[in-house]
Each structure stands twice: as C-alpha cells, then as structure tokens.
C-alpha cells in the first residue's frame, strides 16, 4: 500500500493530452514539493520534474508538474508513442521521516 | 557524463547479508548526496536511504535497523549492506545521485534474488 494514490492506468491517443494524479496528505505534499519519474519498463527512472514544476534539461516542455493542498499532477501534452511507460509520483513525508512514493501509473498510448 | 554501475551477488541466502557497491564514473562523488533504491518484481519503488560524501546518513526507518551504507571516495564508490535477508528483500536495487530528492543519475540497476 502506497503512501501517495495515483490511477494505476491512463491512456490516450497520440496528440492529446494526458493527465496524471497523485494524491497524499498534509505530512508529505501538502507540505513538500513533489517529483515525477518515468519509467520504462526494464529501465531505471528518468526524473520529469522537481520541485513540482521544474523541468531539468533535456525534458520535453510536453511534461509539465503541478500541485494543489494535497494533491499533484503530471500533465503530458502532444502525447507520442514513445511517452507509454511508468509514472511515480515521490514526495518528502514529515512525519515518516522518508521518501515516499505513489504506486505508480502505466501510461498507454491507444 | 555522470554514470552510475551498481555490482553484487545476485543471489543471496535468506539470514545472510546482502553487499552491493555502486561505482561512480564521469564525475566525482564528493559534495553530493547519494541515494539507494529497490524495487520488486512488478512493484513500485522504495526509497532505501542516501549517503552524503562526509558520511553522514539518511535511512528509511523501515529498514534502519538492517541496512547500512558508505563511501569511498578514493575509488568513487557507494556501498550498501542488508543484514539478515528474506524473500521481501528480493529486488532490483538501483543507486542515484540525489539532489535532494531529484535522483537525476541512476545506475542501471542490478537484481538481488534471495533464495536457499
């Protein structure tokens, strides 16, 4: 049971737009930034974004982070085939004293 | 380019000690934190712990009491120990440069089966 609750599954088709959730509490997002990781399957993660909304070079201005109380979200836009993967969302919990993490999300594109 | 190679036994007995080592190369080691990582088969990623250069640790209190990290920068590498494995430690154990919290080099990962 994960500490952070994301969707296990979203799909789209290629050029739209994909929304991803990740839902915590007060302890960890409400009161931490939060990053995102894809992961290929196989592979080891590739950060996405940091601090929430920062995108460290070399990532597509297609992903984009953002948070609201006790929840976040990754939004990725002009969706291509090569977006379908695994997308964890991680946070700082206070009260844990740990980094935690969503489950984890599988990205299809249809 | 910073890359990161974890190494170890691939198979250990349930009650033994797991070591892994995560070499370090492109870039140095000093003035960093690093973290650890596992991951099983199918799962979602656990945060293990980090490691700052000067030694100084972050463990995951949920593996506190078994695990153990350290450095060695003459040769630009990171350790892990697990003592007193089970079948719940079976994983692929990934190391990462931390920038606190955003692990922005990861090794390739390395897969650690404990079983008699």
């Known amino acids: 049971q994960s500490v952070l609750t994301q969707p296990p599954s979203a799909s789209g088709t290629p050029g739209q737009r994909v929304t991803i959730s990740c839902s915590g509490g007060?302890?960890?997002?409400?009161?931490?930034?939060v990053n995102w990781y894809q992961q290929i399957p196989g592979t080891a993660p590739k950060i996405l974004i940091y601090r929430s909304n920062e995108r460290p070079s070399g990532v597509p201005d297609r992903f984009s982070g953002s948070t609201s109380g006790t929840s976040a979200s990754l939004a990725i836009s002009g969706l291509q085939s090569e977006d379908e993967a695994d997308y964890y969302c991680?946070?700082?919990?206070?009260?844990?004293?740990?980094?935690?993490f969503g489950g984890g999300t599988t990205l299809t594109v249809l | 380019q910073v890359q990161l190679q974890e190494s170890g036994p691939g198979l250990v007995k349930p009650s033994e000690t797991l070591s892994l080592t995560c070499t370090v190369s492109g870039g140095s080691i000093s003035s960093y934190y690093w973290s650890w990582f596992r991951q099983p088969a199918g799962k979602g990623l656990e945060w293990i712990g980090r490691?700052?250069?000067?030694?100084?640790?972050n463990y995951n209190p949920s593996l506190r009491s078994r695990v153990t990290f350290s450095v060695d920068k003459s040769n630009n590498e990171l350790s892990l120990t697990l003592t007193s494995v089970t079948a719940a430690d079976t994983a692929v154990y990934y190391c990462?440069?931390?920038?606190?919290?955003?692990?922005?080099?990861w090794g390739q990962g390395t897969l650690v089966t404990v079983s008699s």
């Open positions: 990462a440069r931390d920038l606190l919290g955003a692990w922005d080099h």
């Open positions: 490691i700052y250069t000067n030694g100084r640790t």
């Open positions: 991680a946070a700082w919990d206070a009260s844990l004293n740990t980094w935690v």
């Open positions: 007060s302890s960890n997002i409400g009161s931490n930034t």
